[in-house]
């Protein structure tokens, strides 16, 4: 198991090389300049340009800009950012609080309703509950989260005033204690609620499929021939293997917990990492978006290195192949 | 199972029950909320331009003089001003006994220290106030400006944008452009609080202030990142005062519904084609002609401002009415015209009915798309073909101002302070002509016109450039930017008021009171 993870590690961490180079070239290669969109002007005058390019480093080589970058990150310092000079690290860790919370949340909620249902319509597959959870899985599938966003703020704030319709916090009121995790649930709610609608049906789906599946192997049959209960089948035999797949993709949404609900933060104007990337995006801050993809990156090894290893624990035949 | 979702829903309306009954420990006096586009990059507003930062700043800095929400130049830290007989120095009285928000006391080297810092640091303005040779301050009330030439833009700009006064005791040339990490100190109405990325910026009102105290405690711009999302903040009450122009679909309700207030206003800024006359087709001026035959400006204002929109009439902005010449108006649609003009050039229809394929380079921003749309139907009735190029800002500005690599492009923003603005779009230097266009006679008369300050004898002048204008037709005027901010009806004295107009500029809160 040991050799087993060490392995995974040191895929993860090329992965991380790779992927460095990958951001660096891309972001360099899209039209645009950073000291063009900083100037606020169309055409801004040659001089202010070339003083401004030289203040961020960006008249030197490509490949030197790119020796600079990493020697920094060797030193653990992602750089400055040029829309606002501020640490890059530390502009990324006061909206990544929010995106956690958000991110987190929800996909636990989404992965445990989406698995229950999928479980209790798999054991009572083609009941009226199943057809129905069925069918609206796949309108909530098919539905764009911020089209979904919009409605619930139209409806629930502005026609029945019950919550609030975007921010995390009440900015006329300065609550403090109890209060303040309220008014934060109470911001929550409506972000939270479209995540989990459109996030439910891909835990559903998975776990409906792949219950249904190993149900109806060979090996189910001759326990049912045993004689054993359907419930003692399931809760020992049928549950463990079902559940694989469902890990994967738990895993694979939490490696874009950082930037997979950007949208819906933006339509609630959740201040986590959604609108800060999009402006980075747009002006082209150089730092800043290296930050972003490099955090991006790291997470998305590190969930890969954890999925890999909780399956190989839960499905010993991994770790044989790998010798 | 029926037992947990049960238990879920029970939980889940125990908690909405509690949210709604929680207590607030609320403050006292009253907090006006107005809705903010996205996060300051900068806190010294003239390093560099930052839209969002600008309504911010409105509030916390002053400066020499500034421009009312009519574009007219008001006192602002100068009590008042005069300007020599040859128009080259203009002196500057200012307030006495003026402080800083951190108590420090205000004087002239503080404005001289700015100007300078602007020019040295290659501040937003610079550009603009490239005609002020030099600042002194014989005392701590008087700040006096010589010009290397008589500039009659030059109080306007000086009037406007990143020409705040800020504070010599803070800033030095390492710390001038340190985008947010010194905290603005300012001379005006409300001091700086705290900022929350991508939340709120909190201002308080300054007791000190020269001038009238605002009416409000705090001031809070809440930073929403979703203009649709914004909009139903301010239906649901969150927001005071939207901080921007609602979305089109929105304009109707707005302006018909007893609950909230909007004044439309005509700003000198506007939408327009402009087209690469460097080029294959646009550089033959009868196909330029045809475009604007072809097209219906009142049509397209209409259905992509509605009811609040106006249709651009003349070459130069409404905003300065003074310079208007009615002999040379902006073309009426006429497709038979249009389609005479485009056969007159040896153009024949294919088998479609096309005379010509062409394109137009756009960025997203505003009601864009809508007028490429548009425009694009009107063109399709003549026999001419567009293709619309969307792309974000900074692509679009590599391929059309960096490579001129376009046909024509939609182009909007400000033509102000000064009707002078005009020649950084259509001089042969100006700043904003990518189009490849130079033309002697109208650089001339710009540069004359742009050193006389006698109204009538100015306008002679721009009469000419208008007719130059329309005979050349490197630019399509379509709309006047309309500004409009709407405001729950319990808001007084927000900037657009009666009672406020005279007195402050764009997004200067001073005068509004809650009445609720």
Known sequence: MANYIQKRIITGILIIVVSIVLNFTLIKLSPGDPIRVLSGQDSPSPQMQAELTAKYGLDQSVFMQFINYVGNLAKGDLGVSILSNQPVLKMIMERIGPTLLLALTTAIIALIIGTALGIYCARYRGSRFDNIVSGSSYIFDSMPNFWLGM??????????GWLPTSGMVDLRTNYT?????LDVFKHWLLPATTIVLVTVPYYFRIARSSIIQVMSEDFITTLRATGMSESRIFNKYVFKNAILPTITVFGINLAYIVTGVAIVEIVFSWPGMGSFMLDAIHRRDYPLLMGIYLLLSISVAIMMIIVDVIYAYLDPRILYKER | MKKLILGIFIICNTLLFACSNGEAESNSGDTLVVGAVGDPQT????ARPDDNFYPMAQNIYSRLIKLNNNQEIIPDLAKDWEVSEDGTEITFNLHENITWHDGEPFTSSDAKFTLDMIIEQNGAAVDN???ME???????????????????SFLGYLAWYATFIVPEHIYDEDNWDSGTSVEPIGTGPFKFVSHETGVNVELEHNSDYFGDTPKVDRLIFSINSDQDTQIQAFYNGEIDILGGAPPIAEVENIVNSDEYKITPTVWPSRQYLAFNVAEEPFNDPNIRQAIAYALDNEDITMRTDGEIGEAATHFLSPSYEWVLDDDYLIPESNQELAKAKLEETGLEPDENGNYLSTSIDMFESGNFSDIATVVKEQLSQVGIELTINSSEYAAWQEKVVDNQNFQITLL???QGPDVGAITSRVSTTGDSNFMGYSNQELDELLDTAGAIFEEEERASYYSEVQRILLEDMIIYPISEWVGSDPVHAYIEGDPFSEEAIGKTGFAEYTYVELTE
């Open chain 1, 177 to 181: 204690g109890f209060n303040y995790y």
């Open chain 2, 412 to 414: 909007g923003g400000y």
């Open chain 2, 43 to 46: 806190y010294n507003p003239d």
């Open chain 1, 151 to 160: 409605m619930l703020i139209m409806i629930f704030s502005s026609s029945l």
């Open chain 2, 134 to 152: 030099k600042v002194e301050a014989p005392d701590d009330n008087t700040v006096v400006i010589t010009l290397s030439q008589p500039d009659a």
């Open chain 2, 129 to 131: 106030l490239n005609s």
